[in-house]
């Protein structure tokens, strides 16, 4: 490589880096905890002792309620509100219900309540509003982590800051060999000035932890075009399923049928699968016209991948059946492999300890440009090269 492609790169991964390096830190600083939410909930909320402990929700293991039961007592808690999710844990006997004054109600407006359903005993509800303590911090975390506070273009923004983090990444390994290339894997000048010591542990650091960084990086660029994608499942995909509805008039919610007839024409649809949620008519992930039952997989990985059977809302017929394009299943194992939370809390230290390298790269990658921008005057500055020299 010649002098003059090396200065290309250099520019590449100064600006790339330059760019994004206070948002990277946020982000890090912000996933730490959210890689452990399972266990600070664990750990800050009760746990409820279930009539059934160790039947999942989801199966159909005799003694749980009827689901239009459990329906009938989350709307009797939020009277002139309509259904908008039911979602199953497959472990225990516990489900959720979402609720909202309306059908297209944004997130904001959504009550969740929590149930037993071996005993129809409300667990608890939660609202944006009524989130307190450690809950309502975690959902801050959340929202700074996802968009910033800011909906959709906060999360466009911060998926365009990690393009530049995985931009920054490649011009990186791109510069390693030329800049380490006199030197042995690992070699730390200690002995050194700051800046060159500072330099070693930022090249190593970085050259560790570079493939896991190209993971969450691209993840987490992918995670940010979640409403894109979504969009363009329901406008492509779901549509192709019910266009024989096309045109109708939205379903009103007092002609809703029977959710456990839909769901029994849904698993004889697919019958060997475990159903993760219903989206109710009108929400984002079903039409005006149908109960959407999603199914997922049996593995850590394959759990992810959801299979959607939509049954008409009025009378409880199976409709069609689509397994997600490969753009929604892109995204679907993007979550899990953005937070490290498909292997259990060993992944999950292991995560955590590779967004402190990244943190460490990310701040040292700061202070040598500083400092190479402190080792000259302003005139030399600009036209001289802000990254550090090739190794010697």
């Known amino acids: 490589m010649n002098r003059a492609t090396i200065k290309a790169w250099v520019w590449v991964h100064k600006w790339t880096s330059l760019v994004c390096t206070a948002f990277l830190l946020m982000l890090c600083l912000t996933g730490l905890p959210l890689i452990f939410h399972d266990e600070i909930d664990w750990l800050t909320e009760e746990q409820p002792a279930f009539g059934m402990p160790g039947v999942g929700s989801s199966s159909t293991a005799p003694g749980l309620l009827p689901l239009d039961d459990m329906l009938a007592r989350a709307l009797a808690n939020r009277p002139g509100e309509v259904p908008l999710y039911m979602a199953f844990d497959n472990d225990q006997p516990s489900m959720t219900i979402t609720t909202g004054p309306r059908a297209d109600s944004p997130g904001s407006e959504m009550t969740i309540q929590s149930f037993d359903r071996s005993t129809g005993e409300l667990i608890g509800a939660v609202s944006e509003d009524s989130a307190s303590g450690v809950g309502a911090v975690m959902h801050f975390l959340l929202e700074l982590h996802t968009d910033m506070f800011l909906g959709l273009p906060g999360m466009l923004f911060l998926g365009a800051m990690g393009a530049a983090f995985v931009a920054a990444l490649v011009s990186g390994v791109v510069l390693y060999a030329p800049f380490m290339r006199k030197l042995d894997f690992g070699t730390l000048r200690t002995t050194r000035s700051a800046r060159t010591k500072w330099l070693d542990y930022h090249n190593h650091l970085g050259i560790v932890a570079l493939a896991w960084m190209m993971v969450v990086g691209l993840t987490g660029v992918i995670n940010a075009l979640a409403v894109p994608i979504e969009s363009a ?100 194992l993007s979550r899990p492999l953005h937070f490290g939370d498909y292997g259990g809390l060993p992944l999950k230290l292991l995560w955590a300890a590779l967004t402190l390298f990244t943190i460490h790269v990310l701040g040292t990658g700061l202070y040598l440009w500083l400092a190479k921008r402190r080792s000259h005057t302003p005139a030399q500055a600009v036209v001289l090269t802000p990254l550090p020299e090739p190794a010697e």
């Open 233 to 332: 499942w329901k406008a492509n995909e779901l549509a192709a399923m019910t266009a024989e509805y096309a045109g109708r008039d939205p379903l009103d919610p007092a002609r809703y049928g029977s959710i456990d007839r839909a769901m029994a024409a849904a698993r004889a649809a697919l019958p060997d699968n475990n159903p993760q949620f219903i989206a109710f008519p009108g929400g984002t992930f079903s039409s005006n016209h149908h109960y959407a039952v999603f199914f997922q997989g049996d593995t850590p990985l394959t759990e992810r991948l959801l299979t959607p059977a939509l049954i008409d809302a009025e009378n409880g017929t199976f409709t069609a059946a689509r397994a997600m394009p490969w753009y929604y299943q892109a995204l679907s």
